[in-house]
């Protein structure tokens, strides 16, 4: 660098920092040209599980799962499991003892039902022995139902 006055290696350095700058710049640019179409791409969040109606049956469920899972699992709670619940016929979960007066209620699970029975489950089945006194708020009902639905459908 003999020869070289500090003024020119100041111009030089400068030059070389823009170049350097420019070049990041560039790859930035070209990544973000390759990545965006793929961001666009992918789905976005669920707007079912994104809905007020949703979040608010989510925070419903919580007094339903000391005693019902959504999900098959080994173990067994103090109510049926309500995995695949919706078109399922009342009193046939596997491995639940169910009430005489809920087995022999031939019931078909849909919203329509679900709400009657959520609303007030012993004036829907009398005899039945489920320890819930129902929800009187329709649009809880509402909401509780949009969640089950969601979650104890198959995957």
Request: proline share 6%.
């Amino acid at each position: 660098m003999m020869g070289l006055s500090s003024e020119a290696i100041g111009r030089s350095m400068a030059c070389g920092a823009k170049r350097v700058f420019w070049a990041a710049m560039m790859m930035a640019v070209v990544l973000m040209a390759l990545t965006l179409p793929v961001a666009m791409a992918q789905p976005a969040a669920s707007s079912v599980t994104d809905s007020p109606t949703y979040k608010r049956g989510r925070l419903l469920y919580i007094q339903c799962r000391a005693c019902h899972d959504l999900k098959p699992s080994p173990v067994e709670k103090v109510g049926p499991n309500l995995a695949g619940l919706f078109g399922r016929t009342s009193g046939t979960a596997p491995d639940f003892g169910y009430s005489p007066a809920l087995r022999s209620a031939k019931i078909t699970w849909d919203n329509k039902t679900l709400d009657t029975w959520l609303e007030k489950p012993g004036t829907m089945v009398p005899g039945n022995i489920m320890a819930f006194a129902g929800i009187a708020n329709s649009a809880d009902r509402a909401a509780l139902i949009s969640y089950i639905e969601v979650e104890s459908a198959s995957r």
